[in-house]
């Protein structure tokens, strides 16, 4: 299933892509897109239902605002360099164990609303990415198989950081990772059923309609199921978090000088094969 949730910032209503591309209101059958509904498999099987049958009432999708698909979220955690095309570009040995990072779920915001430029940024950059939702409670998992069992399903996230604040003004990368909307998250989550494989999945990301990345998960270090079974060993994973599993290679920190860093007007265009795609408007802060 493609879930969603619709409307302005703050007051979004659960929503469904069906199989024909049209949108369908699932308000009345959850009260939200979030963790609560991920765990509840009885919850999703009236979801499922409900979409077979048919009988979800049509939203028009003229105008209407694509919100995150996620409500709630408690926590976004970040996998740094784990594709290896990205890891030649920065210069980075890859590393033997993954590397992590927390982005706060504050950042987070549509696929197609605007994202800032922070004040006295100089290196904005950008990074498509596949995000992970977890659907099952996660501690201290055993095998790659049961990462991947924790998991409900798939969006793209853009994972947007400032480089000068990330690494050239004091540890750690957080500082540049957690500027205000550097989350865009959607359009829609895609449930773990829909998507046959996670390490084949073709990601692209355009600057001003400029292919800039053009990469696929078969690069990525550490799988899915490997990056959910590692965090697991650190902390507990709940359903409703967020794993930002790093970018291919193609940011601009890894081009030639001068590095065709974002600013203000820039267009930024991601899609993950299967996942649906976001534009961002690039604005002052
Ligand atoms: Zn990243």
Known sequence: MKLLRVG?????RPALLDADGALRDL????????????????ALERVRAAADAGDLPL????????????GRIGKIVCIGLNYHDHAR????????????FMKAPDT????????LVPRASRKTDWEVELAVVIGRTARYLESVEDGLAHVAGYAVAHDVSEREFQIERGGTWDKGKNCETFNPLGPWLV???????????????WVNGELKQDGTTAEQIFPVGEVVRYLSQFMTLYPGDVINTGTPAGVALGAPEPKPFLRAGDVVELEIEGLGRQRQEFKDA
């Open 108 to 115: 987070v915001v549509g696929p197609n609303d605007t994202v």
């Open 8 to 12: 302005t910032e703050g007051s979004e």
């Open 59 to 70: 939203l028009d999708a003229t105008g209407l605002r694509i919100g995150p698909p996620l």
């Open 89 to 100: 570009e920065t210069g980075a040995e890859p590393p033997s164990e993954p590397v992590m």
């Open 27 to 42: 308000s009345g059958v959850v009260p939200d897109i979030d963790g609560a509904l991920l765990a509840d498999d009885a």
């Open 191 to 205: 449930t773990a059923d829909e998507v046959a494989d996670p390490q084949d999945l073709a990601l692209k990301l």
